[in-house]
Structures are given as C-alpha cells and as structure tokens.
C-alpha cells in the first residue's frame, strides 16, 4: 500500500539557517504530494503541494519539488524565521496517509 | 474559507463511557476524515467517509465508531472509551476526488484532546 517516510525530528535550528526536512514515498499511480503545517494548538493546514512530477509547490519561502526518479518530496527554505516552529508533516493524496511528522525549533 | 469545526478542545471521560467527537465543515465537502495524533506516531487514520451514510475503515478502527447522517457532519464515537485512546483527534473535509485527480488538499479542524481516566 501507499506510505509516507519522513525524516525524524526534532530539529533545532538558528535563526536564518538554511532548512531541509526529507519525505519520500511509496505509491501506485500518480498521488499528489502535500507538506503540511501545524502551528502549537492548531489544526494542520496546507502549506504547499505538487501535483505531478517535477512540480515545484512554494508558499511562504517554503518550497518542495516533487520527484518521481527518487520518490521524494524535501520541504526545503533558504533561511528559517522563529515564525517558522512548528510540525510538519508530509502526505500523500487518494488514502490521505501522513508520515510521522518533524518537529522543528527555530531559535532567535 | 472552509471551516472545520470540532464541538470540543479538550475533554475529559472516563473508562468505560460511551463519547461523541462531533465535526462539521460548512464548504460542502463530500469527504470528511478522523485521524489521531500522537507523539512520535504522527496522523494515523481511523474513519473516513465518502458521503453521506458511507464509512470505510482506516488503519486503525479497533474501538471506533462513526455516523454520516448530513454531509456537513461527521461523528466519530467511542463506544466503551478506554485509556489507550487518551490522544488528540482531528477532523479533516475535502472535496470529491476523481479516479484521474487525486490532488485535494484536507482542511482540518483545530482537534480535541480527549483524556480518558
């Protein structure tokens, strides 16, 4: 079946540091991917998604390319703000299944 | 922007009692999902529904229920609520997903902690 691996937190970063957080996937057929964010004491919400291969989604100076050769999908920014702690989680659409989440901690 | 709304943000039962998590979007999503989130196991799937009247099992259904009796609501009950299912659950809608399409994003609720006792 499909799944999701992500890489394991938590991740401690200063502020201004380059962020890479890793995801690769198992699927049949062409899922789309999604990066998913959940600020302390909320709900996740979309932060970014590519629909087919070498897309590229960006929001917020967050970006992820999806690609099929490796089956990943790295959420990558260049230079990470103390806005920016929170859960991230990487997923796949049609069953909706997440990887483990990645805790990051930006410190000022 | 689609709303999701779960009743409760925290509550707090105990062992044995029958419990009701209750989840209602106002965007007309055909999809609706429950999921449990914790540490170090990250979102895993307990119910989700295509419309209204259907469920299907997720990965670990074991000791839930759900109902889909409008489709802007989708209850999830715990029929004899025990420890291990102290956690936090989400709810999530989204739109209709098409054999060819599969790239609707999940809107979620803001969760509720249940501790069980």
């Known amino acids: 079946g499909n799944s999701v691996t992500q890489m394991e937190g938590p991740v401690t970063l200063s502020e201004e540091a380059f962020l890479t957080i890793n995801c690769t996937y198992t699927a049949t057929g062409y899922p789309s991917l999604f990066w998913y964010v959940q600020y302390p004491g909320e709900g996740l919400q979309l932060l970014l998604k590519?629909?087919?291969?070498?897309d590229k989604g960006s929001n917020k100076g967050f970006e992820a390319t999806y690609r099929k050769e490796t089956t990943s999908f790295h959420l990558e920014k260049g230079s990470v703000q103390v806005s920016d702690s929170a859960v991230y989680f990487c997923?796949?659409?049609?069953?909706?299944?997440f990887g483990a989440g990645t805790r990051l901690t930006v410190k000022p | 922007d689609v709303k999701v709304t779960q009743s409760s943000r925290y509550l707090v039962k105990r062992t044995g009692e029958k419990v009701f998590l209750e989840c209602v979007q106002d965007?007309?999503?055909?999809?609706m999902f429950w999921y449990r989130q914790d540490p170090g196991l990250g979102l895993r799937l307990i119910y989700f529904s295509y419309d209204v009247k259907m469920k299907e099992k997720g990965d670990i259904p074991e000791g839930y229920s759900v109902s889909r009796e409008k489709k802007e609501r989708f209850s999830l009950i715990l029929e004899s609520a025990s420890t291990n299912q102290t956690s936090m659950y989400l709810c999530?809608?989204?739109?209709?997903?098409?054999?060819?399409?599969?790239?609707?994003?999940?809107?979620f609720g803001n969760g509720t902690r249940l501790t069980v006792t």
């Open positions: 590519a629909t087919k291969a070498d």
């Open positions: 999530a809608s989204s739109l209709w997903m098409t054999d060819s399409s599969y790239n609707s994003p999940l809107h």
């Open positions: 965007m007309d999503h055909e999809n």
């Open positions: 997923a796949l659409s049609g069953d909706m299944r």
